[in-house]
């Protein structure tokens, strides 16, 4: 039987990407969830449009099928139950809860025993063929949800953006990796610990901070978590690893860190610019400058990385200069 709550509105499911960030920090998912609606910055708007442009690519080379997308969580939970039970075509962009926790499948094809879930990626396919141990997790995420709702997964794919392919020629933009073995096993690991991770995240209070070198690009660290007021974090210490980290615990702070503390003369460099607020100038660097000789110019220049080519001959992230100046 498929797992169909109607009683939940969409912010009572945890989503994906909070469950996914809540490998790394709870505190992080926690935040997150009280943040929907905020609004997205450029950046954030143009990857999204690829995404989706990526996307509805994906689903013209895959072919025929149904579009299951719905503003409503409770609308697209009911229709995606009804089709998947009628199991007669490919469906796309299917809704899926159960535990607490919501999905949404890029594609769910229907084959021999099930259904062969595909995500697709706007990455291109890994040199190695190896999938990207984030890629696995996302996969693996809507498969342990799936398959606690009632829905059978017999098969998992990535769709990656082709290699070899570049814009007007025949080849296909897209390529398939299997990754059945092993989003599956993630998947039951997933499993196991998703009561947890859904009640933390879920829960009416914060889950308790701990330091760790992914709060440096945390959006939460400094305005409203353990880094809020704090400007002498451990965390400004360059090229600083979860290692590192652990080991000069429970220091937070550089200014609490002990002489004894054992680091590289640059990483000691830095904290003690830091602890003694005073500039520090490479005078052999300095030195260097003198041999210039006048004229000279300074070339300054901007690029994009496209997911989808824009000009013939180009490939998937291909390196286009957009403007530059020169300044002497």
């Known amino acids: 039987m498929i797992e169909v709550d109607m009683a939940k509105g969409s912010l009572a499911y945890v989503s994906k990407r909070q469950f996914l960030n809540a490998l790394v920090c709870p505190t992080q998912a926690f935040f997150d969830r009280s943040q929907v609606g905020q609004a997205l910055d450029a950046a954030s708007r143009w990857r999204f449009f690829e995404g989706n442009r990526v996307g509805e690519l994906a689903r013209r080379s895959l072919g025929s099928g149904r579009f299951l997308q719905h503003p409503s969580s409770e609308i697209a939970l009911a229709e995606s139950a009804a089709a998947i ?6 469906l796309y962009e299917v809704t899926i809860s159960a535990s607490g926790m919501i999905a949404r499948a890029d594609a769910l094809v229907p084959c021999e025993e099930g259904w062969e879930l595909i995500e697709v990626k706007s990455s ?7 999938a990207q141990d984030d890629h696995v ?5 809507t498969i342990c949800v799936a398959q606690l709702s009632g829905v059978r997964i017999v098969r998992a794919s990535l769709m990656l953006l082709s290699r070899e392919y570049s814009l007007g020629s025949s080849l296909s933009i897209f390529e398939k990796l299997d990754v059945t073995s092993v989003s599956m096993a993630r998947a039951i690991e997933l499993g196991k610990i998703a009561p947890y991770l859904v009640e933390k995240i879920a829960g009416p209070s914060r889950p308790e901070p701990t330091l760790k070198t992914a709060c440096n690009s945390c ?5 409203i978590c ?15 690893s979860e290692k590192k980290l652990a080991e000069l615990h429970p220091c937070e702070r550089i200014s609490a860190l002990p002489s004894s503390a054992k680091l590289t003369s640059n990483l000691q460099l830095t904290v003690d610019v830091i602890k003694t607020r005073t500039e520090h100038y490479d005078h052999a660097v300095l030195a260097e400058l003198k041999n210039i000789r006048w004229p000279a110019f300074y070339l300054d220049f901007e690029t994009v990385m496209p997911a989808l080519p824009w000009f013939a001959g180009d490939n998937a992230y291909s390196v286009i200069p957009t403007q530059y100046s020169v300044h002497a």
């Open 85 to 90: 039970l009628k199991g007669d075509q490919t």
């Open 124 to 130: 291109k396919m890994p040199s190695s063929g190896v």
């Open 137 to 141: 997790d996302d996969i693996a995420f």
């Open 219 to 223: 959006d939460f660290f400094a305005a």
């Open 226 to 240: 353990i880094g809020q007021g704090v400007e002498d974090s451990i965390l400004r210490i360059p090229r600083l």
